[in-house]
């Protein structure tokens, strides 16, 4: 059983300099009627591995979307690394370069091989001559084949992508994040169609480069038990809303919001947010 | 058999024998004229082979007037039908160009034909512009609804890595709809071969411009050749494209497994 304990309310101190995300009463709709997100407050440290845990529709997707700018909040203020997240804001086109966002379905590019489609990372460094002939300099290739390396990829350079297994192409889809050279790494359930030990060799994956390149990495789960084994800190999300938000080190929970719990109460709390 | 639908195709049916009446479409017309066929069938047999070689040349350059059109005519129909795809552009820019295609789209390659004889004068340059018209119109087309039917997903992956739009269309828009471009040219030079053959009736060159004089003259077992040779050119071509279809199309549409070394 893991040690709860009660500490004080941490997780708003939005004058720390080491936050590099922060949202405060973030709501999103659809529509004027249906809201996505209801009122999300985040505060994500730099270096963290950060889960975000819900079922389908709680609206989890959304609010990695709105990490990288690709949705706009209807209300409420985002600050990625104290610059607002806006596609029409050139600090923030900027910024994107770095941040590495995984999609549910990847979003690979199907008829190119394995190494062209881990370049793409690199296109931002591009010069408009050299990406217009697809000429990637020297140093760009031998980066994304260490990358590749890193991944367990090697040897798979030409292969196209839609020949590849599922874990190949989560490989494939974290090579290409990598290969941006990212600060931040957002991934939408990328382990939820896979069986358990593909799953783990990915999260071990993302983990330790995580660790290695210092990256905030947020990763969007269905599964608790899976965010909990590897994630610093996990939000949950119910129908919009952040019902909990705990810290894991080591074998201990600390809860931010409700105080004590045991890690059933959590697991329940969970399990309510399913229904 | 519903009495609804008895109806409907007994109007049907009728509109066919008042449409039939205005413009003089008499069955018995038809069966008197069938022993003529049988003339031009008999006078068809009797080929003269010496032709033949004549014919393979005027079949040869068809098909490059075809082969021309088509490369031509997908150069220039692929950047317009970048600018004609929705998920690409705004309103303002698609809007135009797709209004520019469609009046493209809207004469056959022949009158195009007789447009570019009046133009450059009789011969085969008339016939190339008419296909690289018709190519452009037909293959933007095809190509501009591939895109729009890309998968958001790599477009929406990669635009968040925040590159530009060129370098979208370059390693996103072109590969995702690579095959089916490839798809389209070969339908597009396979049908562009037929198109050439009978330009010629308006003096636009190739094969088509032997077998209106040949016809014109009653010399039905010369034309015969010219027809024989653009048959089995059509059907041989048609047969590579299936061949090429299979080998580099089906397997990437449908992601399977293949072997490599």
């Known amino acids: ?275 | 058999m519903t009495p609804k639908n008895n109806i409907v195709i007994g109007i049907i049916i009728a509109l066919v024998v008042v449409a039939s009446y205005n413009v003089d479409a008499n069955p018995l017309e038809f069966a008197e004229g069938l022993p003529n066929l049988a003339i031009v069938v008999e006078e068809m047999l009797s080929v003269e082979p010496k032709y033949i070689p004549t014919a393979l040349w005027a079949m040869f350059e068809t098909i490059q007037m075809a082969f021309i059109g088509t490369v031509v005519g997908t150069a220039i129909a692929l950047p317009l039908s970048m600018l004609a795809a929705r998920n690409l552009n705004s309103k303002y820019v698609y809007a135009p160009v797709r209004a520019l295609l469609a009046a493209i789209r809207t004469f056959p390659s022949i009158l195009w034909a007789i447009l570019f004889v009046i133009m450059v004068g009789l011969g085969t340059f008339a016939g190339v512009l008419a296909i690289v018209m018709y190519t452009v119109g037909f293959v933007a087309k095809l190509q501009y609804e591939a895109i729009e039917t890309i998968d958001s997903d790599p477009m929406d992956a990669v635009s968040s890595i925040g590159v530009s739009k060129w370098q979208l269309i370059r390693y996103v828009v072109i590969p995702e709809s690579a095959s089916h471009l490839l798809s389209q040219i070969l339908y597009m030079f396979d049908y562009n071969v037929r198109q050439t053959s009978i330009l010629g009736l308006v003096g636009a060159g190739g094969i088509g411009f032997y077998i209106i004089n040949y016809i014109k003259f009653f010399e039905y077992g010369k034309a015969a050749i010219f027809m024989l040779v653009v048959l089995v050119t059509v059907l041989f071509i048609d047969w590579v494209s299936v061949k090429i279809r299979d080998k580099y199309i089906v397997k990437s549409q449908h992601g399977m497994e293949v072997t490599t070394k």
């Open chain 1, 1 to 275: 059983m893991k040690q709860i304990q009660m500490t004080q309310n941490p997780s708003f101190s939005l004058i720390s300099t080491n936050k590099i995300i922060q949202m405060s009463d973030v709501w999103t709709s659809y529509d004027s009627k249906n809201f996505a997100l209801e009122g999300i407050n985040l505060s994500i440290d730099r270096g963290t591995n950060y889960a975000i845990v819900g079922q389908s529709g709680s609206g989890k997707s959304t609010l990695l979307k709105l990490m990288n700018g690709m949705m706009i909040p209807s209300k409420g203020a985002i600050k990625i690394d104290y610059v607002t997240p806006n596609m029409n804001n050139k600090k923030f086109k900027k910024m994107m370069h770095t941040i590495g966002y995984i999609p549910q379905s990847l979003g690979l590019i199907k008829n190119i091989s394995v190494i062209e489609n881990i370049l793409i990372g690199a296109l931002p460094r591009l010069n408009k001559v050299q990406s217009f002939f697809k000429k990637f300099p020297e140093h760009e290739i031998n980066e994304a084949k260490r990358i590749m390396a890193l991944v367990g990829l090697s040897g798979k350079e030409e292969r196209k992508a839609y020949m590849l297994s599922g874990g190949e192409k989560r490989r494939v889809a974290i090579a290409r994040a990598l290969m941006q050279k990212p600060t931040i790494l957002l991934a939408d359930e990328i382990v939820s169609e896979l069986d358990s030990v593909t799953a783990r060799e990915i999260m071990n994956l993302i983990a330790d480069a995580q660790k290695r390149m210092n990256l905030t990495a947020i990763m969007v789960h269905h599964d608790m038990q899976l965010a909990l084994e590897y994630a610093n800190r996990v939000a949950v999300i119910k129908e919009g809303q952040k019902i909990l938000e705990i810290g894991v080190e080591g074998d201990t929970i600390v809860d931010f919001q409700t105080g004590n719990m045991t890690t059933e109460e959590i697991m329940g709390m969970y399990d309510d947010s399913k229904k």
